[in-house]
């Protein structure tokens, strides 16, 4: 396994080149683009950056870097939110987003086949013309391989599922450049090990994932939108978890404290009163659409909900859902200069009024600003934590609080990570949560497909324990 | 890696009871129930079959194999359809059927917790006091244990997915007897490698699994029953696509030809007109399933279905549904003294109609009586092929055929298994669906975790190509 820092010779970067029509580049300002995500960790310079363009070029580069023990790192949109992109071990960052194909789509059996590259925004945008969506939807405007990579979900997970549930086949290429094909562009397979979830959430450990075959589904004949609002968080996440135990089909269903919706207002020009809030979507047919609506309606009511307000006007629907989709940028508006420490801890539905209290009442004893928001039908929320860079050991000081939320929150059966992923911020709490067994096999099966330990070091778990 | 038959020694015998209160057995008639499935495979005997009762037993009885290097086969229900629980190298046969307790039953977080051994009948007898269910149903009355294992699917899989989604966490025994916990009580996980689902669908190859969490569902408040028939298996597979294409949320939609449909008549004291056939299931409001039950009588008219008859009534929807999940048997009850090879291939929607009809042009060219089923609004279809166990070499000759079939749907980018799995019965098979560089790759992972090789040995794929 690697160990130290990886910096280039010429000559490694003159042969690298020559495997990639010379698309690498030790520019410094496209060394910083490839230094960071959108997290507060502290960046780190790649030695060069590669620009691929095909699957087999970067079987040609992996294979070039594992004989020569060099450090690869896949780097997409840069939007991940747990350091998952930092080469930490200098090395290569391998840039797949010239890789922007869509490659095939076949309304008639609801898939479509892209380049890793491909951004969800701009896939949504040519699926719309076949009336057509891909429905999974993190805030930022990811690629589909760093999505599959760090097992992203969104907003409509609780109706139509994560990248794990819609990522139907896979091209990767393993450390050695080697090129394998996992999955099938079938509903149903049962073929030997299910590879294809073993590398969706792997963080580009296991191997750079180069073409995905995504599930889609047909645009919804109706759909409506509604905000409610509530006395307190309580009474809000309350109402969230009963809609789920009543087995509405809601399509969206997420939770909003004060602050996020008063950041909303000021970065979207929304005018939503400032209250703890849930906004609600609805998919289905019309006469469907309005029964599920009206359901919501009554429950919230037990939950002292008010101002229930509802609209199939498209355009406003857009617009609700933009702004949540801001919402990291919008906190990150408000506080100029800052960065966020985002939280994502998931429990089981029934412990979720707790887990969000305890989150709310622990950052209460400090003085960083934050705030809580979440995909609360799923039991998943974030807390955004506001740090300031400038100023020395804040970032740490908030880690440490954060890690002991989360400890709490592993304690009462619940997870570190619902869908940002373990990166280079929640390796110990991944050992607290599942247990140093588990682990242990994660690391056997890194140590199996990646003798060398060239891709993405430093990310999920460590070897020099 | 094991390469021969194991018999165990006496003192092995003894030694393993020690570690089971003396739960181990060499009686003819208790190897005998061991040595097979419910596939047409010749039966081997184990040289032992151990009982055991508790994670930790099987612990200790794994530790103790694995140092004496003998093959260990996890058995359930015994209901497998790929010879997966056939001890090709004999060891010990280990049957986790004492393990039978529904550990937890939490509505509040719409999951269960069950030991490995518990079968899926008893399962949904219990959650229906709590107005629950549990929706992955295989024919077979089979172990949740066993279902995790072989990736299992049914009929309700189009609405409610298979196990893969639907098992949240699973406890489960490594070879060398380490007990490793993975998963999650949460909707949502994206913490480490998805272990959970690797695990699942690995046939015991890779650990053996002794408790599971299950995701389950509320029960609807409207269930409805549906049956229409076609002038040809063509037209039925057609309308079955075209409503899954429409968006329309069908719970079940399940295609049986003229042959399947007189089994059931005889085996289940059904009276249905013995032609093509679509059975539907309808879940949802009252409201909705009239809308659901409405829109797919208008699509099958388009494609010559006549006679829809549909049922809320809860004591015909039930006995339709038995039936069906009956067929299996029916089909032997059919033929008395012979077996039946069942296959199990799934296509993308599109090339549905093909790959049924391609089946059965071939099947047709052959004397095996042959009747063809399926979940059809998944892209996956069974063609159930009799053999007569007496006569030398016939149940090779259907494999011979159905191995001709399963490339052309592999060809057509399809699958040689949809739910039943690889087992011992599509090794080659599943090299020619995913490549030999993929297969590689499931051996690294077999050998990272089972040095020795002393788990399933035989079965997903060979080491001695």
């Given at each position: ?52 363009k ?8 992996l ?5 020569e ?20 071990l ?60 760090t ?20 091209t ?17 397979l ?34 409506a ?13 309350a ?47 019309p ?43 919008a ?39 934050h ?26 000081e ?68």
């Open positions: 396994m690697l160990t130290h820092r990886v910096d280039l010779t010429t000559d490694q970067i003159r042969q690298i080149g020559a495997l990639v029509d010379g698309r690498i580049s030790t520019h410094s300002s496209v060394l910083e683009q490839h230094s960071h995500d959108e997290s507060a960790f502290v960046p780190v310079l790649p030695s060069a950056v590669v620009m691929v095909t699957t087999e070029e970067v079987s040609a580069v294979a070039f870097c594992n004989l023990r060099i450090p690869v790192v896949a780097f997409g949109a840069g939007t991940a939110l747990e350091g998952h992109v930092v080469p930490l200098g090395g290569i960052s391998l840039d797949l987003s010239l890789m922007d194909k869509i490659l095939d789509v076949r309304p008639d059996d609801l898939l479509v086949r892209v380049e890793a590259g491909v951004h969800r925004l701009a896939l949504n945008e040519r699926l719309a013309r076949e009336g057509l969506f891909f429905s999974v939807d993190p805030g930022a405007d990811a690629t589909i391989g760093g999505m599959c990579a097992g992203a979900a969104g907003t409509t997970t609780v109706r139509y599922g994560s990248m794990r549930e819609n990522v139907m086949a896979l990767a290429v393993l450390a050695d450049g080697t090129i394998i094909h996992v999955g099938r562009e079938t509903r149903k049962s073929a030997g090990y299910d590879l294809t979830r073993l590398l969706v959430g792997s963080e580009g450990t296991l191997a750079v994932i180069t073409e995905v075959t995504l599930r889609v589904f047909g645009i919804p004949e109706k759909m939108a509604a905000v409610v609002r509530f006395p307190n968080l309580t009474n809000g996440v109402a969230a978890t009963a809609i789920v135990k009543m087995g509405i089909a809601v399509a969206r269903c997420e939770f909003l404290d004060s602050k996020c919706i008063k950041y909303l207002n000021a970065y979207d020009g929304l005018s939503l009163k400032e209250e703890p809030t849930l906004f609600f979507e609805f998919h289905g047919t006469r469907g659409v309005e029964e599920d609506a009206l359901s919501v309606q009554e429950i919230v009511r037990e939950f002292d909900g008010t101002d229930f307000e509802w609209t199939s006007d498209e355009g406003q629907r857009r617009k609700l859902w933009s702004a949540r989709h801001n919402s990291h940028w906190t990150l508006a408000a506080h100029p200069g800052k960065k966020s420490v985002s939280t994502d801890m998931a429990v089981p539905l029934s412990r979720l009024a707790d887990a969000v209290a305890i989150a709310e009442a622990t950052l209460s004893q400090h003085r960083f600003p705030s809580i928001l979440g995909h609360v039908a799923d039991g998943n929320f974030h807390c955004q934590i506001i740090t300031d860079p400038e100023i020395d050991g804040q970032t740490e908030i880690r440490v609080v954060v890690n002991e939320i989360t400890l709490e929150i592993i304690a009462m059966g619940g997870t570190c990570t619902g869908e940002h992923g373990i990166g280079a911020g929640k390796i110990a709490a991944l050992v607290a949560e599942t247990g140093t067994a588990a682990v242990d096999v994660m690391r056997s099966i890194k140590l199996a497909l990646d003798v060398n330990g060239i891709l993405n070091p430093g990310k999920v778990f460590l070897f020099d324990r």
